[in-house]
């Protein structure tokens, strides 16, 4: 009996229909293991994996394979998206047994759920040295009936060294100049100045680190910093990772060139993109930068809001490839023939423009849309007559499929790129959007005690617990929010989810940060990883949300957990910069202040406006904001802070000192790095 069917996970429910009997991740699960003598099968994976759509089609769509399992193991299947604690448990497991991980990942558990044979993706027959997925699970199963004391001797092994990787998070010195300066050296000897970004292939966006360059830039001045993040920027701009008909970024690209993408386009990747390329032009007014920004910012309203105003996780990187199959990349690659098609005399300029060629860039003659660069200009109006043609005819092609569960996390991270990047550019639309997810979670996900729900699918939330992630980009959304609106609303939520930050998930001995809640559900480890990777650890997030918000409010037990957080980021951010990049981020907001700015006067005056668009568009780090009239209660930071001869004013302050108030524009400015912008 398959036990799918009624999930919230668009996962799960793709495998509802499998011949396996699948389980949800529930004790009933190994409670059957253990009444049957059997072990369990986990696997783990998300929507848009596209190895996870092989190897379902391939072994878990087969009769006999499932046969198989369904006599010998109790199968079980978890979304990753839905349960990150289960996933990054295993995980660490599988990467200490094997040195890698990915998904899908394939684990052998006991009842008692300790992992004792691990793996990834298995074929359906032996390839490139790897055995046959039945194959292993004829191994597994003779080791669990003939050598069961071995298997169980093996699972309290694994489960003991997991125990030990333990670190102790204890020191109690933040990060200075020295770690972050260092941090930098670090990103420059692995910066890849041909194309780009850091490492070889698979590339991956940096979108956190590119968030400390720039602000390591705005800080100090430093050239270096700037020029790695503006020239990695264009290059992902201009690479085939960019979607250059309808925006947005897809997961990362195969090669160190960022020619070739794998498809999938994440919630997490756009929003953090998104916010990256508002930042860059904010510091350098790059047109690039702004049209990239916007470009990313519709196509998340445009593909991925969900009809409660949230925002859906992903973009498959597979779609119908129109000949009776699936194809990675389907949806968004082109030939020649297929220009000509759609464009017929035009056709010559876009394979010009977009790089599409004879050859192709991709499979079976196909190209991946780029921007090469290239000498002699292109007529803006044709191209972008090309481009809407290009993309109409795209719109007709069938669409990748939309993994529609919203996740607090991530819905966090886009409430917060979409409200100051409408506020930068004057896009009321975007901020109307970011109120709307905003709602959402306090509606949906946040119960009477403020306690927040994972995710939810079509108005209903998930029954699996938020982890620190949740909490902590769900209030730096929050607390965006509050800066572009000035609704004090949003402030007072946000110091709701950071309350139970200090009290569910910070050892009060150390000030080391956890993974999931004191009273979450006991799995073989309490999970904790501070470093950042496809999205900021809640590690770090939540550093810098206690951060801003003790900035904004001078609540003084904030601003001390943030501190005891950054010890961390003191011992990794120079040993490690490419996975400390938020952590740095946030050190470099520590070292500048943050300042804190508020603009008092009427709503209604253009002089208010302009003093708190001013205030916004400063470049120091991680600096707060704060708008009201000047007798509002809304937010602290507007507390004892009058007009200034009757005219709307902004007020300055940075460890604990103030600036005298101004009412100039351009006074403003320069006390809170104005960067490029206008």
Not at 408 to 420: I, K, R
Request: some cysteine; glycine content about 10%; overall charge negative.
């Amino acid at each position: 009996m398959n036990r799918l069917a009624g999930v919230t996970s668009p996962y799960l429910l793709q495998h509802a229909e499998n011949p396996v009997d699948w389980w949800p991740w529930t004790p009933e699960a190994f409670e059957e293991a253990r009444r049957r003598d059997v072990p369990v099968l986990l696997s783990v994976g998300y929507s848009a994996c596209h190895w996870c759509h092989v190897m379902a089609h391939e072994s878990f769509e087969d009769e006999a394979t499932a046969a198989y399992l369904n006599e010998h193991f109790v199968s079980v299947k978890v979304d990753r998206e839905e349960r990150p604690d289960v996933d990054a448990v295993y995980m660490e497991a599988v990467q200490a047994a094997t040195g890698q991980g990915g998904w899908p990942m394939t684990v052998f558990l006991t009842a008692d759920a300790e992992p004792f044979y691990f793996g990834t993706y298995f074929p359906p027959t032996p390839r490139h040295g790897m055995p046959s997925f039945r194959q292993v699970l004829e191994g597994v199963r003779g080791a669990w009936t003939e050598r069961r004391g071995e298997v169980d001797e093996v699972a309290e092994k694994i489960v003991r060294d997991l125990a030990g990787r333990e670190l102790s998070y204890g020191d109690a010195t933040v990060p200075g100049e020295e770690e972050l300066a260092g941090a930098l050296l670090g990103l420059t000897r692995e910066y890849d100045a041909q194309h780009g970004g850091f490492g070889g292939a698979p590339k991956f966006p940096p979108s956190m680190v590119l968030e400390f360059l720039l602000r390591h830039h705005a800080r100090t001045g430093s050239e270096g910093a700037l020029q790695m993040a503006a020239d990695t920027a264009e290059r992902m701009a201009r690479g085939g990772i960019y979607d250059q008909l309808g925006g947005g970024f897809a997961r990362y690209s195969v090669d160190r060139a960022w020619v070739v993408p794998h498809f999938e386009k994440m919630l997490y990747d756009n929003a953090l993109l998104c916010r990256v390329y508002a930042h860059l032009w904010r510091s350098t007014g790059s047109e690039l930068a702004r049209r990239v920004a916007l470009e990313t910012a519709d196509f998340m309203v445009r593909e991925l809001r969900t009809d409660e105003g949230g925002f859906a996780s992903a973009l498959d990187a597979d779609s119908d490839d129109g000949k009776g199959g699936h194809a990675e990349g389907a949806y968004y690659v082109w030939t020649p023939a297929q220009l000509t098609d759609v464009l017929g005399a035009d056709a010559e300029l876009a394979a010009r423009h977009f790089g599409v060629t004879e050859e192709g860039t991709f499979e079976e003659g196909a190209s991946v849309l780029q921007l090469p660069e290239q000498d002699g200009e292109f007529d803006a109006e044709r191209i972008e007559a090309v481009r809407s043609r290009l993309l109409a005819a795209r719109n007709e092609r069938p669409a990748p499929g939309r993994d529609d569960k919203v996740v607090a996390a991530w819905n966090g991270l886009a409430v917060a790129a979409l409200a100051e990047t409408g506020a930068y550019f004057g896009r009321p639309d975007l901020v109307e959007a970011a109120i709307g997810a905003a709602d959402l979670l306090v509606r949906l996900h946040m119960d009477d005690r403020a306690r927040l729900a994972r995710t939810s699918k079509d108005g209903q939330a998930g029954a699996n617990a938020g982890v620190l992630e949740d909490y902590a980009d769900v209030a730096e959304g929050f607390l965006a929010l509050a800066g572009v609106t000035g609704e004090g609303v949003w402030l007072e939520f946000a110091g709701f989810l950071l309350d139970h930050v200090l009290a569910q998930f910070t050892d009060s001995a150390s000030g080391a940060l956890y993974d999931t809640a004191a009273d979450a559900e006991r799995l073989i480890r309490r999970p904790q990883d501070p470093t950042d990777n496809a999205t900021p650890s809640g590690w770090s997030a939540a550093a810098g949300a206690l951060l801003s918000y003790a900035a904004q409010t001078g609540a003084e037990p904030h601003r001390t957990a943030a501190e005891r957080a950054l010890g961390v980021v003191k011992a990794l951010g120079p040993r490690v910069p490419r996975f400390t990049g938020w952590g740095l981020a946030v050190a470099e907001a520590l070292v500048d202040g943050p300042r804190e700015i508020a603009v008092v006067g009427p709503a209604e005056d253009p002089a208010t406006g302009e003093l708190h668009r001013a205030a916004l568009l400063g470049t120091a780090p991680g600096a707060v904001v704060a708008v009201g009239t000047a007798d509002s209660d809304e937010l602290p930071l507007l507390a004892g802070r009058p007009l200034v001869g009757g005219l709307p004013s902004a007020y300055v302050c940075r460890n604990f000192t103030c600036d005298a108030p101004t009412s100039d524009v351009q006074r403003l400015r320069e006390a809170v790095g104005g960067g490029n912008a206008v």
